[in-house]
T-cell receptor, first 111, second 115 residues
Framework: GNSVTQMEGPVTLSEEAFLTINCTYT??????LFWYVQYPGEGLQLLLK?????DKGSNKGFEATYRKETTSFHLEKGSVQVSDSAVYFC??????????FGAGTRLTVKP | KAGVTQTPRYLIKTRGQQVTLSCSPI?????VSWYQQTPGQGLQFLFE???????NKGNFPGRFSGRQFSNSRSEMNVSTLELGDSALYLC??????????????FGEGSRLTVL
């Protein structure tokens, strides 16, 4: 079945450090890929998405590229801020509307 | 535009009881999905409803059920509660128009504690 695997956390970085959160997926067909973010005490919200191979999703300085050859969708940001502290979820949606999430990676950014 | 509204936000039940959670999607959204979030298991898919029909179902026992009404509002029910059912239950709605769109809009969740 479809599944998403993302790097385990927690991840702790200093402000302005470079961030990478790895995500790989297993799916049949051509899924859409997403990164969602959950700030403390809130529900999840969409951070960025990519719907086909080689697409790059970007938002708020975060980027992720849909790599079909490596079945990956790694999240990156060049310079993190304290306000980026949250839990990040990688997700996929298959052609039959089956939506799957990774386990989540908690990021803490220290001043 | 109002967001996804979940009620109640917090509730405490005892083992063996049953609970009903409610979700009002964003106006115009016809798809509603439910997820269980726990520290140990992460975010697990329960079920998805579209136009009052269950379209997808996760791997949960039959104690977990749901339904969707003609106005797209959805409820989920958990019967014979167990301690392990303590979790944050998240509802998400989407337009669900066409494949591979997939953007979900989440509510803030209903936090259930089973004692």
């Amino acid at each position: 079945g479809n599944s998403v695997t993302q790097m385990e956390g927690p991840v702790t970085l200093s402000e302005e450090a470079f961030l990478t959160i790895n995500c790989t997926y297993t799916a049949t067909g051509y899924p859409s890929l997403f990164w969602y973010v959950q700030y403390p005490g809130e529900g999840l919200q969409l951070l960025l998405k990519a719907t086909k191979a080689d697409d790059k999703g970007s938002n708020k300085g975060f980027e992720a590229t849909y790599r079909k050859e490596t079945t990956s969708f790694h999240l990156e940001k060049g310079s993190v801020q304290v306000s980026d502290s949250a839990v990040y979820f990688c997700a996929l949606k298959s052609n039959n509307n089956d939506m799957r999430f990774g386990a989540g990676t908690r990021l803490t950014v220290k001043p | 535009k109002a967001g996804v509204t979940q009620t109640p936000r917090y509730l405490i039940k005892t083992r063996g009881q049953q609970v009903t959670l409610s979700c009002s999607p964003i106006s115009g959204h016809r798809s509603v999905s439910w997820y269980q979030q726990t520290p140990g298991q992460g975010l697990q898919f329960l079920f998805e409803y579209f136009s009052e029909t269950q379209r997808n179902k996760g791997n949960f026992p039959g104690r977990f059920s749901g339904r969707q009404f003609s106005n797209s509002r959805s409820e989920m029910n958990v019967s014979t509660l167990e301690l392990g059912d303590s979790a944050l239950y998240l509802c998400a709605s989407s337009l669900a128009q066409g494949p591979n769109t997939g953007e979900l809009f989440f509510g803030e969740g209903s936090r259930l504690t089973v004692l």
